[in-house]
């Protein structure tokens, strides 16, 4: 079945840490690929995407992510994590069969911050 | 600020009601979507219009239903609510309706049907 799998509910990290969240996708073709950010009581914000070519992408606020079509893998990275990451991350993709532009979101992973 | 604004920011109503959630798009953009999220059925995509067109349907149950306007913003209407449409519901935006351009979220209405 098609699916976004994000395989940690919740994520606890120092402050200064590096991070890495987990995103993996099943569908046929590579699909258009994204994360975004909700934090509380808020809409959701686009960090990055990935359509096509360099598999590393850069974002917003440091953040970077990996497309790695071996592994249907989209996974996010930060090389130092700081108190004001601490939000709910949602990787997301657009698949392509019947054109629709929706995104298919995975379950999100939790990220808290310690100091 | 994503420009993109909902209204209200909180509705609590009864069962069997009827409520409309507003959506007004960030200048310019021409398409809307709707999401649903939910603790259990996580965030899913309800509908997409395109300039006042619907464009892309999903896991949108009967009960409701969308139209947006000439002026472009976009109404979310659910009728006879039931307990598990409790949700927060988010309207996104974009320039264009095809997948190559972002999606702007707003901050959302929360629904609590008691």
């Known amino acids: 079945a098609q699916s976004v799998t994000q395989p940690d509910i919740h994520i606890t990290v120092s402050e200064g840490a590096s991070l890495e969240l987990r995103c993996n996708y099943s569908?046929?073709?590579?699909?258009?690929l994204f994360w975004y950010v909700q934090s509380p009581g808020q809409g959701l914000q686009l960090l990055l995407k990935?359509?096509?070519?360099?598999?590393l992408v850069q974002g917003i606020k440091g953040f970077e992510a990996e497309f790695k079509r071996s592994q249907s893998s989209f996974n996010l990275r930060k090389p130092s994590v700081h108190w004001s990451d601490a939000a709910e991350y949602f990787c997301?993709?657009?698949?392509?069969?019947?054109?629709?532009?929706?995104?298919?979101f995975g379950a999100g992973t939790r990220l808290a911050v310690h100091p | 600020d994503s420009g993109v604004t909902q209204t209200p920011k909180h509705l609590i109503t009864a069962t069997g009601q009827r409520v409309t959630l507003r959506c007004s798009p960030r200048?310019?953009?021409?398409?809307v979507y709707w999401y649903q999220q939910s603790l259990d059925q996580g965030l899913q995509f309800l509908i997409q219009?395109?300039?006042?067109?619907?464009?892309a349907k999903g896991n949108i149950l009967e009960r409701f239903s969308a139209q947006q306007f000439p002026d472009l913003h976009s109404e979310l209407n659910l009728s006879s609510l039931e307990l598990g449409d409790s949700a927060l519901y988010f309207c996104?935006?974009?320039?264009?309706?095809?997948?190559?351009?972002?999606?702007?979220f707003g901050p959302g209405t929360r629904l609590t049907v008691t």
């Open positions: 569908y046929g073709a590579t699909p258009y």
């Open positions: 996104a935006s974009s320039v264009e309706g095809r997948t190559e351009y972002e999606q702007y």
């Open positions: 990935y359509f096509s070519g360099d598999t």
């Open positions: 200048s310019g953009d021409l398409s």
């Open positions: 997301a993709v657009v698949p392509f069969s019947g054109g629709y532009n929706k995104l298919i």
């Open positions: 219009y395109y300039n006042g067109e619907e464009r």
